[in-house]
């Protein structure tokens, strides 16, 4: 019974990476193909192993791989010869950011002191 429930996971951690594939690479035919290679002979890899925890792990790092996909791969078309498009997915791509400053010479040498102190000041950016 529990290898059924083992390999319903396995199947529904693989179709969950497939799913991410599918949306990270739209429209892009040679790295559709590419990672559906990849992941298809990941997992076949790896089929032979029955030790519950190196599963578990590994179910860990599929869905962290599915993860990594949605959220960090852009698609970056050429246009021309240096100029670029990126498209991006509003439902995957949009988070929150903390906005860069520029900080002045003697902001930083004081914040890097402090770093090397090892004051660690919670919530709070070097520039606040």
């Given amino acids: ?10 199947l529904n951690i693989f179709k969950q990476v497939h799913k991410a594939r599918l ?5 892009d035919n ?3 193909t590419a990672s559906k290679h ?5 997992f076949k890899k790896n089929k ?16 962290d ?3 990594e996909l949605l959220t960090q791969v852009l698609q970056v078309e050429k246009i021309e010869e240096k100029r670029f498009k990126l498209n991006i997915d509003p439902e995957r791509h949009t988070h929150e950011n903390i906005p860069y400053v520029e900080l002045d010479d003697e902001t930083y040498k004081k914040w890097k002191e402090e770093k090397k102190k090892g004051s660690k000041i919670k919530n709070k950016c070097c520039c606040d």
């Fill in 38 to 42: 990849q992941i298809n002979e990941e």
């Fill in 1 to 10: 019974m529990a290898s059924n429930e083992v390999r319903k996971k396995v």
């Fill in 65 to 67: 791989v599915e993860h």
């Fill in 30 to 32: 040679h790295m559709l």
């Fill in 23 to 27: 949306m990270c690479f739209k429209n």
């Fill in 48 to 63: 032979t192993i029955s030790d519950p925890v190196t599963i578990q792990n590994l179910l860990t790092f599929a869905q």
